[in-house]
């Protein structure tokens, strides 16, 4: 619409021209026939033939002016229609893109939901299958070698159980089995333990507790001569000489000391020794 608005300013004055020539040449032809009409026959032949030659001539340029002007306004009535088309047509690939966009951001929502949904679905399924390894109770197993029972999964050892000690399964942390023997709560390995057919009497028997299993002695040798001390000090009384070879029986690491047992005599021992 500028554009028309400023095309319109530059050629009004053409437009203006136009308009009074046809004003000029309508009141000319007008007053012509006035005059021929008072003139009547007192005219010759001849003026009439010049005055009807010169309304011919007026009649021929009033009917160009009017068809420059026709012309004319035939351009701005087509460049209005160009301007409108060009409108509807920008409208209507904003439009088209407004609506790609709306599709393409649909879609992308509906994959984002879609891949949502089937994670969400595939989490929990794993979630199942975990709590169903979980709540699997196997109830009584046995112990397949001597084993610790420990406070939690490599934790401090609470007591040792000989190979065959039945126990009852409470749950699972990994590769640890939580279990109730001898009437405590512990863990044990799960690569130790075998599941057993129910038995009656199994029940008490986890719930009792056992004879404290004395665990198999532990000896060591002497890679030299070394003194059996009474207390762990170099200053402390020797109780004997032992030669390279010794085998003693250890019974506790006492920082940088051995307390073992030897000849029916119990003492220390420097560690460096063995």
Known sequence: MDDFREWLSDNLRY??????????????VAGIRIYQRVAGSQKKPTDNIRVESESTSTAGETEAVTERT??????????????????????????????????????????????????QATETAVTETAATEAVRDPGYLKTTVTLNLRTEPDGTVINSYAAGRIVKFLGKE????????????????????????????????????????????????????????????????????????TTVQFLEDVGGWYKVSVDGMTGYMGAQFF
């Open 174 to 245: 990994g590769s640890w089995y939580k279990v109730l023997v001898g009437g405590r709560e512990g863990y044990m390995s799960s690569d130790y333990l075998q599941e057993v057919p129910y038995e009656a009497g199994m029940e008490n028997e986890v719930e009792t507790e056992p004879q404290t299993e004395a665990p198999a002695p532990i000896y060591k040798t002497l890679k030299g001569a070394c003194y059996l001390r009474a207390e762990t000090s170099k200053e402390s009384q020797i109780l004997g000489t032992y030669m390279a070879g």
């Open 70 to 119: 026709s012309e004319s306004e035939k351009k701005v009535v087509s460049s209005e229609k160009e301007t409108e088309a060009e409108t509807k047509a920008a409208e209507a690939k904003e439009t088209e893109k407004e609506t790609e966009a709306k599709i393409a951001e649909e879609t992308e929502t509906e994959t984002s939901e879609t891949h949502a949904s089937e994670t």
């Open 15 to 28: 437009f203006l021209l136009g308009f009074a020539i046809l004003a000029v040449v309508i009141i000319a």
